[in-house]
């Protein structure tokens, strides 16, 4: 039977990784899945990561199954961080399930829109997260796009995004990114998401939001404004929300789903379709990241120190963006000057498929086939090489 399976292709993201692995040179420069890397090229534990586990793991005396939705601590936390106190003041309105990573978030929130409207489709930005596509896809949503980005200008098409939801019928479902835009960057600012959230609410919209990089962009409570001016306005929300990179512990798979309902008694039945949902997926979630997560959130002294790490990686991260730019443009005689006001891990360089392959190829420069970079990838030993290798590449 399983020889009717065909062969797949490489993942565009994960198949990166592999390809780097099989590099023995010692010039490559990994700018490909989306992972923190300090100066030395390292992707650090946080130090309240690694003591609260420490700690969590010299204090926990069972192993039990908690539930299908995980840590109820931990997703209290995780709200409170997310979406804020006001929101999770009105907690009978909310439902919250943890999830194994931001991805099992996504997909756990796919499948509870398919239940309450089977043939549902989502409405993804153009470009969005390569693997939204099966993720969300498989579930049985039906992906659509809307404009999002020109890659000939670095910019925004904010208008065009802004008229594509004006003409969505109610109920339709539209996929944001919080912040630090995967693949590109480019996020939105204060007034143009009021404009989302104004269109989101006129036009009885059902925003998902994908938060995977808090606190990457710009600080905590910057970057989750989003979420929060959103929740505002409409009566029902999504929200994925993802612990790998903020909290460095990407393969303990730590996740949540946060779902807002109109009252307390569709959120009571949201939360027992959340719980039959997960049982179905993968029955309970781990709990290991989870309850680190909650040991770094409820002891100020680890969160202090957790918020002091994030707060430098954010800041590595943008003053990595000038370096790049500056470096960029000095060896190109072009302007590069845009990937300074973008955010998060990513960026998009401007470079064909083919482009990308000779990077590769000839210079042992890794990144994902559509040319989005890991900025974290950059560092002060490799800037110089990479630079006048991308600037080869351009001319080429
Ligand atoms: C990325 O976009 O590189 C990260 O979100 C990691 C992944 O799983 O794709």
Known sequence: MLETLIRVPPDPIL???????????????????????????????????????????????????????????????MAALTLGSDLVNRKGDLSLAQAPGGSGALRLGAELLLAARPGSSIHVSDPT??????????????LETYPYYDAARNTLV????????????????????????NPTGQDLDGAQW????????????????????????EDLDRDAASIRLIAKAVPELLVAVSCSKNFGIYRERTGMLAVLSAGSEPASVVTGQLSRLARSLWSMPPDHGAAIVDRVL????????????????????????SLLAD?????TQRDFGWIKAQRGMFSRLPLSAEQVINAREALHI?????GRINVAGVSSANVDYLTTGLASVMRG
């Open 15 to 77: 198949g990166v990784t592999a390809a780097l692995q099989k590099d023995e040179s010692t010039d490559k420069v990994d700018l490909g899945v989306g992972v923190y890397k300090d100066d030395s090229g390292k992707t650090p534990i946080p130090r309240a990561v690694k003591r609260a586990e420490q700690e969590m793991l010299a204090a926990q005396t069972t192993k039990t199954y908690l539930s299908p939705i995980g840590n109820p601590d931990f997703n209290t936390q």
């Open 194 to 217: 009021s404009a989302v959230a104004e269109v989101l609410a006129r036009r009885r919209l059902m925003p998902f939001i994908d938060m995977a990089y808090h606190g990457l962009g």
């Open 158 to 181: 904010f208008d065009r995004m802004i008229e594509h939801f004006d003409a969505l019928p109610a109920g339709s479902v539209v996929l944001l990114h919080a912040c630090c835009h």
């Open 298 to 321: 409820s002891q100020p002294e680890l969160r202090q120190d957790w918020m002091t790490e994030l707060h430098h990686m954010a800041n590595r991260i943008n003053s990595l963006r």
């Open 366 to 370: 890794y990144m994902a086939p559509d």
């Open 327 to 331: 470096r960029l443009s000095e060896a």
């Open 129 to 142: 997260w390569a693997n939204h596509v099966p993720l969300l896809g498989n579930a049985g949503l039906r």
